[in-house]
């Protein structure tokens, strides 16, 4: 009789389906796959033009969504959403151009901060909100919890928090019986947490515990370089044996132009596409940053364009910045990994084993994997830290970049950028919040 029940079930929801249903991604052992058994490969392009949701003007959707199909893309990331909104018109001009959502969970006052780490109530509802939100949207291919929550080795007691995010998020998930949405987490590339920072969020005996995923933002491949001058070969040996899906969050160094993109070649050619899962561009809109494919138009006087924000015309008809924009078209066009079927590859994903928790080390990574994770409305305990807690040493607040990152300039970016300073960082979030407002 339950079963019954549950097949009607099962019938009612798929009836709800709209117009444009994509096949869903899920992550199957260390890849993703399309509900049709195919492989999945993320060409993406990070998407926040301004610091409100980008999701909500089907119109702007759709003149973009048409131009990145033009690109080849297949994903956009979105930093800042509003879950109050209506995502329907947006979501479906994604989805009739084949295009796949990663969404971050939290926002500008519901972000970690590693100077004083804690995980409440608040946060999860919040990231709870956003996954009711987007769950029923066939091209949601997953979420964060988080986007560089940690920047500093003696940040690492953050980690634990990031993972008591994830592990809360996938338990509601499970609750509210939403399919096995991917939920990970973006890091910094910073060197000093590598690989320990990847296999804590993955490790652990209780996969309900662990990442469905993890991705880098990397800015190493600058111009002419190669697989190991760039240090990719290095993150390619440092996830060597995780056994989840990991991926390039953010790429494309803004110097030297034009933007070649030539690690394309590297991440969809053989280097690459038998490990990790493909890579999102940073980023869409040209702004200060300099890192745009397209623009909407000449820069304009903010003084009398208040819409533009910062001279940066936000909407409109975008417009491929040239030659950075067919550079990376051309590059995509060449690059069709047909991965494996999920048939040939899914006994040898049960059989994989999750990766050992790291340990700690003298003036290094300073998580003690033996302790358990903080619980809902934790913050953590500066003095435990110090005498053996749960964290390392008390974090500070002075945010260093690593050195990939310090390439990138300051800059009020929409998308949580990196930005040089903590003050400038402090400015952002404090303007962001006034727009979220
Ligand atoms: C599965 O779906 C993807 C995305 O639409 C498509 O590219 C792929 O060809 C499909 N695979 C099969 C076997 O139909
Ligand atoms: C992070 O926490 C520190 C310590 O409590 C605080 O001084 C700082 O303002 C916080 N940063 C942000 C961006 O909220
Ligand atoms: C979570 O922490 C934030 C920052 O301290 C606070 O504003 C908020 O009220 C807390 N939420 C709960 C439910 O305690
Ligand atoms: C991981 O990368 C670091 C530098 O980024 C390197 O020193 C280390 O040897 C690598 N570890 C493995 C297991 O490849
Ligand atoms: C939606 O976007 C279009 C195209 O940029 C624009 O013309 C229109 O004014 C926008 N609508 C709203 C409500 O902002
Ligand atoms: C990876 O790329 C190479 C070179 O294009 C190709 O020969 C190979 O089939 C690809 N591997 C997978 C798993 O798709
Ligand atoms: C944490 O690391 C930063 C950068 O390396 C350093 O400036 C700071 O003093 C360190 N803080 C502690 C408490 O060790």
């Not at 949207?137 to 928090?161: I, K, M, Q, R």
Request: proline fraction near 6%.
């Amino acid at each position: 009789m339950f079963k019954e029940i549950l097949s009607l079930a099962i019938l009612a929801a798929t009836q709800i389906a709209t117009a444009a249903d994509l096949p869903t991604i899920s992550a199957v052992g260390s890849k993703f796959f399309y509900s049709n058994g195919t492989q999945y490969y993320i060409k993406g392009v990070a998407y926040q033009l301004t610091y409100q949701d980008p999701l909500v003007n089907e119109t702007q959707c759709t003149l973009d969504a048409s131009l990145m199909a033009e690109l080849g893309a297949n994903t956009i990331r979105v930093y800042h959403v509003d879950p109050e909104q209506d995502h329907d018109g947006c979501m479906s001009a994604f989805a009739n151009v084949g295009i796949y959502l990663f969404v971050d969970l939290d926002t500008f006052d519901t972000q970690f901060n590693q100077s004083l780490p804690y995980w409440n109530q608040t946060q999860l509802s919040a990231f709870e909100a956003v996954l009711d939100t987007f769950h029923d949207y066939s091209n949601l291919a997953g979420v964060f919890v988080a986007n560089e929550a940690l920047t500093l080795l003696n940040g690492s007691d953050t980690a634990p928090f990031v993972k008591a995010a994830i592990r809360d998020v996938k338990a509601y998930r499970q609750s509210k019986g939403y399919r096995d949405i991917p939920i990970g987490y973006s890091a910094a590339d910073i060197p000093s947490l590598r690989p320990m920072l990847q296999d804590y969020l993955a490790c652990g005996s209780d996969p309900a515990d662990a990442a469905d995923f993890y991705s880098l933002n990397v800015y190493e491949w600058c111009g002419d370089s190669s697989f190991d001058g760039s240090g990719y070969s290095e993150l390619v040996a440092n996830s060597s044996g995780l056994q989840i899906p990991i991926f390039i969050s953010e790429t494309g160094c803004r110097l030297p132009k034009p933007r070649l993109f030539d690690d394309q070649d590297a991440i969809f050619g053989s280097d690459m596409n038998g490990t990790w899962s493909g890579a999102i561009i940073y980023e869409w809109i040209e702004e200060t940053n300099d890192y745009g494919l397209i623009s909407y138009g000449p820069t304009v006087d903010p003084q009398s364009n208040t819409a533009a924000l910062d001279g940066f015309i936000r909407s409109g008809t975008p417009s491929p910045v040239s030659p950075d924009f067919t550079n990376l078209k051309n590059h995509w066009a060449t690059l069709n990994p047909t991965g494996v079927a999920l048939s040939v590859y899914s006994a040898q994903a049960s059989s994989l084993k999750p990766i050992a928790c790291p340990a700690t080390t003298p003036n290094g990574w300073m998580v003690n994997p033996t302790i358990a994770l903080p619980s809902l409305g934790e913050t953590l305990d500066l003095a435990a830290t110090s005498t053996g807690g749960i964290g390392g040493p008390p974090p500070t607040a002075s945010a260093k970049k690593g050195a990939a990152v310090a390439m990138k300039p300051a800059s009020m970016m929409m998308g949580g950028k990196e930005v040089a300073t903590m003050g400038i960082s402090l400015i952002c979030v404090m303007l962001g919040f006034l727009f979220w407002l």
